[in-house]
């Protein structure tokens, strides 16, 4: 069913139902996500896509569209507001870019630079975090993690459908773990496939790493917000 809503101060048609994030996209309006990919379920973890829906702050990638829906993207507030939940997944964890075998190719810098991110407002924690190198093909850089949750729902065993990675634990102490049973028999393929999920570098491929030099890496050749306002137009 056609609907029309207010997507900063423009009147739009489009699709009762649709996700306010993929809206937005399709009418030229990019929205930062970390967890959420199109197509893919809504997981609601990372809130870097918050707007301003009829007056309350939501994240729009939980958002059905529906008739004369008022939505604000682009405002001072929220910008910045956007711009703090991602510099809390900085000051949260331990990111050191130029190092990081995902710099280049990382949803979180690539977002971070379009938020206009230069240093976290917030104290950085520096929490102590192990490294897990236990399994065959992959090994976890938990320092990185942002506990999206993409990989605990979207790897998973081919034979069984069991889940190979999980988040143990909670706030402070929570920690992605990973079934080293189930992950060594990942065929190489979805071990790919798990690291490019990954929005930071915290999956890694053993292996392989810094294969494209710096200036032909991902989001150096086009960035996150034309890949994404791309995607919608596909
Ligand atoms: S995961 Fe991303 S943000 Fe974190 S250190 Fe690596 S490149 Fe930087
Ligand atoms: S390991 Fe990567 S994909 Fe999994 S929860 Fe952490 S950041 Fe998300």
Excluded at 6 to 26: F, H, Q, R
Excluded at 52 to 64: D, E, F, L, Q, W
Aim: glycine share 8%; with cysteine; proline share 5%.
């Amino acid at each position: 069913m056609n609907i029309r809503i207010t997507l900063d101060g423009k009147e739009i048609e489009t699709t009762a139902g649709t996700l306010l994030v993929d809206v937005a996209a399709d009418n030229g309006v990019y929205i930062p996500t970390l967890c959420y990919q199109r197509g893919k379920p809504c997981l609601g973890t990372c809130r870097a896509c918050s707007v301003r829906v009829n007056g309350n702050v939501m994240a729009s990638c939980t958002v059905p569209v529906a008739e004369g829906m008022t939505v604000e993207v682009d405002a001072a507030d929220l910008n910045d507001m956007r711009k703090a939940l991602v510099e809390l997944l900085f000051a949260e964890g331990n990111h050191n870019c130029p190092s990081c075998e995902k710099s280049g190719r990382c949803e979180l810098q690539a977002v971070g630079y379009e938020v206009g991110m230069l240093v976290s407002r917030f104290p950085y924690r520096f929490p102590p975090r192990t490294r897990e190198h236990v399994a065959k093909y992959i090994w976890l850089e938990r320092d990185r993690c942002i506990f999206c949750q993409r990989c605990v729902e979207f790897v998973r065993d081919h034979e069984t459908g069991r889940k190979i990675f999980t988040i143990d634990d909670r706030g402070t102490h929570a920690s992605i773990e990973i079934d080293v049973a189930l992950a060594d028999r990942m065929p190489p393929e979805q071990v790919r496939e798990a690291a490019e999920l990954c929005p930071v570098g915290c999956i890694i491929a053993k292996g392989v790493g810094y294969d494209k030099p710096i200036g032909q890496r991902k989001f150096e050749v086009k960035s996150i917000r034309e890949r994404t306002l791309e995607r919608s137009r596909k």
